[in-house]
């Protein structure tokens, strides 16, 4: 298996995702997603990334389930704190203050089943608490021996400046693909490679979308996160599928899926970004990992920039209210 570093930190050059195992992306089956860990780890895989707002809680759980017995440093774990869920799934705060990111963590270990995590994110900016204070506090678990390092998800170059000042930053954890291209327009990987910092780019096969398996938008279970967000919906959903079947097509003419080579595209932008594909199913899983054979040169590139143009997806990201808390 490749590896490539975060901070001072080895990892798999390919990740693990594991939120849609517990929520968001239909129905559950912890058996499968218990196999899927399982067959990541025995393919080199060792980055897994969760964190406590997915189920809320259980996805923590089914991981540290999933590790129970393994050797600590055969793996590297990676959870994050910061979304506070209510009871309905629209209600949802942030909190970055220093008292909640010390229960934060003893609850995580907790569910995990560990004495410490190897990365810890501050998973949105609340906008209220100093960056400052909230690193802090995180520097504090380091000292506690709670935590070996610091990640931001989701922040500006200026946040992730502010907070390098307080304590070293491993990564940073964003929404970054083929058709999320945002972390190259605002600064935040200019930002990561003159700080030495890592990139774990989540969602880089676009929830699903860039594989080529999702075909029509009633597809989608009920309670499926995808009915609601503004790529997947009425003529967003059309013009973005268009946009996908010509990198099928171009992926057919390389001998790769369309999956292998929006990640092979991805994982060639830096030498520090790692992608973490989020599946429950051994079968999408190992197609992943084939992406780390698939080697493209600049006449690929050349072709992929053509079909899909930095801006060519239609429809925001997130909704607006999601969206509000990116980028602070």
């Known amino acids: 298996m490749q590896t490539r570093r975060l901070g001072s930190l080895s990892v798999s050059a390919l990740g693990l995702g594991c939120m849609g195992m517990s929520e968001f992306y239909g129905k559950r089956d912890d058996a499968e997603a218990l196999a899927t860990i399982d067959r990541a780890l025995a393919?080199?895989?060792?980055?897994?990334?969760?964190a406590d707002m997915y189920g809320p809680y259980v996805n923590e759980e089914l991981v540290g389930r999933a590790l129970r017995g393994r050797?600590?440093?055969?793996?590297?774990?990676?959870?994050?704190?910061?979304?506070?869920?209510?009871?309905?799934?629209?209600?949802?705060?942030?909190?970055?203050?220093?008292?909640?990111?010390?229960?934060?963590?003893?609850?995580?270990?907790?569910?995990?089943?560990?004495?410490?995590?190897?990365?810890?994110?501050?998973?949105?900016?609340?906008?209220?608490?100093?960056?400052?204070?909230?690193v802090g506090a995180m520097a504090d678990l380091v000292r506690a021996g709670k935590v070996r390092h610091l990640g931001?998800?989701?922040?500006?170059?200026?946040?992730?400046?502010?907070?390098?000042?307080?304590?070293?930053?491993?990564?940073?954890?964003?929404?970054?693909?083929?058709?999320?291209?945002?972390?190259?327009?605002?600064?935040?990987?200019?930002a990561c490679a003159a700080l030495g910092v890592g990139f774990l780019a989540y969602s880089p096969l676009g929830r699903g979308f860039l594989t080529g398996q999702i075909q029509r938008f009633e597809d989608f279970e009920p309670g499926d996160y995808r009915r609601s967000s503004?790529?997947?919906?009425?003529?967003?959903?059309?013009?973005?599928?268009?946009?996908?079947?010509?990198?099928?097509?171009?992926?057919?003419?390389?001998?790769?899926?369309?999956?292998?080579l929006a990640l092979a595209w991805l994982l060639g932008r830096r030498p520090f970004i790692v992608?973490?594909?989020?599946?429950?199913?051994?079968?999408n899983l190992e197609e992943n990992v084939g992406s780390l054979d698939v080697v493209i040169g600049p006449d690929?590139?050349?072709?992929?920039?053509?079909?899909?143009?930095?801006?060519?997806?239609?429809?925001?990201?997130?909704p607006a209210a999601m969206m509000a808390s990116v980028g602070r």
């Open 43 to 50: 393919l080199g895989i060792t980055l897994l990334d969760t």
């Open 71 to 134: 050797p600590r440093d055969s793996y590297v774990l990676s959870t994050k704190f910061g979304i506070v869920r209510g009871e309905r799934p629209q209600d949802r705060r942030i909190d970055g203050t220093p008292r909640y990111v010390k229960t934060a963590i003893d609850a995580s270990l907790r569910r995990l089943g560990l004495d410490h995590v190897d990365v810890y994110f501050y998973h949105r900016v609340d906008g209220q608490t100093p960056i400052e204070d909230t």
């Open 152 to 190: 931001l998800s989701e922040v500006s170059a200026a946040t992730l400046t502010k907070a390098q000042a307080v304590h070293p930053i491993s990564a940073v954890q964003s929404e970054y693909s083929l058709w999320t291209r945002d972390p190259e327009e605002d600064g935040v990987l200019d």
């Open 230 to 260: 503004p790529r997947f919906q009425g003529e967003s959903f059309q013009k973005n599928l268009d946009l996908v079947r010509r990198v099928g097509e171009l992926a057919a003419a390389r001998g790769a899926t369309p999956a292998q």
């Open 275 to 283: 992608p973490i594909p989020g599946t429950k199913r051994r079968r």
């Open 300 to 318: 690929d590139v050349a072709a992929l920039e053509a079909v899909f143009p930095l801006g060519a997806a239609s429809g925001a990201r997130y």
